[in-house]
């Protein structure tokens, strides 16, 4: 089983996002072969200050509104162990990649990655930005995006790992 998870600051917008998003990604490949069988997805955040909330409700409206919820998620905090567990730590952003690299056991390094390196069609655009302080706009924004780099990643953790 390949294991991903998504990291962004509070565990509150971005990565909660995105583990939905992918998600429902990898399930509507998965009614064709089989995939989310093959994937175990989470979300995290690099600080612990939302630890057990809910997805910010703006993020939750938003991936509602495309038939994905997300409300069932609790925001946590990324521990030394996900270093060892997880196969990909994808952060939104570099401040999250600095954050990471802190935190973990250099020998799992290899595994941060940034989220926005497996987008297609995204000229321009090398990471998720915080729509925290900002309005549903901004949500709508990275939703978008998200939705892009879901894609990306899931074409090529198909085509480099044996997922059937």
Do not use: W
């Not at 917008?13 to 990898?26: D, I």
């Not at 995290?44 to 509602?64: L, S, V």
């Not at 990649?97 to 989220?115: Q, S, T």
């Amino acid at each position: 089983m390949l294991r991903v998870l998504f990291v962004c600051m509070g565990n509150i917008c971005r990565s909660p996002m995105a583990e939905g998003v992918f998600r429902h990604q990898a399930n509507t490949a998965g009614i064709r072969d089989g995939l989310l069988h093959h994937l175990f997805i989470d979300s995290a955040g690099t600080t612990g200050y939302h630890a057990g909330e809910k997805p910010d409700p703006r993020a939750q409206q938003t991936a509602f509104k495309y038939g994905i919820d997300i409300s069932g998620l609790r925001a946590r905090q990324v521990t030394r162990q996900d270093f060892a567990d997880f196969d990909y730590l994808l952060a939104m952003d570099r401040e999250n990649i600095r954050n990471l690299e802190r935190m973990g056991d250099p020998a799992h390094h290899h595994k941060v990655r940034l989220f926005m390196d497996f987008a297609e069609n995204c000229p321009g655009i090398t990471e998720v930005d915080d729509p925290y302080y900002g309005g549903a706009e901004g949500f709508e924004r990275v939703f978008d995006i998200i939705e892009r780099g879901s894609t990306g990643l899931l074409k090529y953790l198909q085509e480099n790992h044996d997922l059937n």
